[in-house]
């Protein structure tokens, strides 16, 4: 993942984050829905950045939880043991308010994982602008 893709999926997450968070403050019904897209999304950002291969979002639960699936499709058990830990938690969560700061958690530390995220003064410099 270059620089400009890594700042890029960055600003992607951030924007999930906020858009989950309208969600939230609205109320709005399609909230879990949400929530566990937001997740699913989440997850295969930070396998790209890890450069791990994808997980299809209906096998992500076993990939991190099952070492039966491991074996059964010869993977290695997920790289960053913090990032499962938090992530397992907020799959498991189902109050709107604690799943909303859940999100927030894990979206922060792939933000420290992936170098750090500020939205103020954020833009993409390209090769042209260079």
């Given at each position: 993942?270059?620089?400009?893709?890594?700042?890029?999926?960055?600003y992607?997450?951030?924007?999930?984050?906020?858009?989950?968070?309208?969600?939230?403050?609205q109320d709005k019904m399609d909230f879990s829905f949400t929530y566990h897209n937001s997740l699913a999304n989440l997850f295969l950002v930070y396998c790209q950045y890890l450069n791990l291969e994808m997980i299809p979002f209906y096998q992500i639960y076993a990939y991190l939880e099952d070492p039966i699936y491991l074996q059964k499709y010869s993977k290695s058990a997920f790289p960053?043991?913090?990032?499962?830990?938090?992530?397992m938690r907020a799959m498991h969560e189902d109050n709107a308010e604690k799943m909303m700061a859940s999100y927030e958690a894990v979206v922060e530390y792939v933000f420290i994982q992936m170098g750090?995220?500020?939205?103020?003064?954020?833009?993409?410099?390209?090769p042209i602008e260079s």
């Open positions: 993942m270059n620089k400009t893709v890594l700042e890029i999926k960055k992607e997450l951030r924007d999930a984050l906020v858009n989950l968070k309208d969600c939230y403050e960053d043991e913090d990032f499962r830990e938090i992530f750090g995220f500020h939205i103020d003064g954020w833009h993409i410099k390209s």
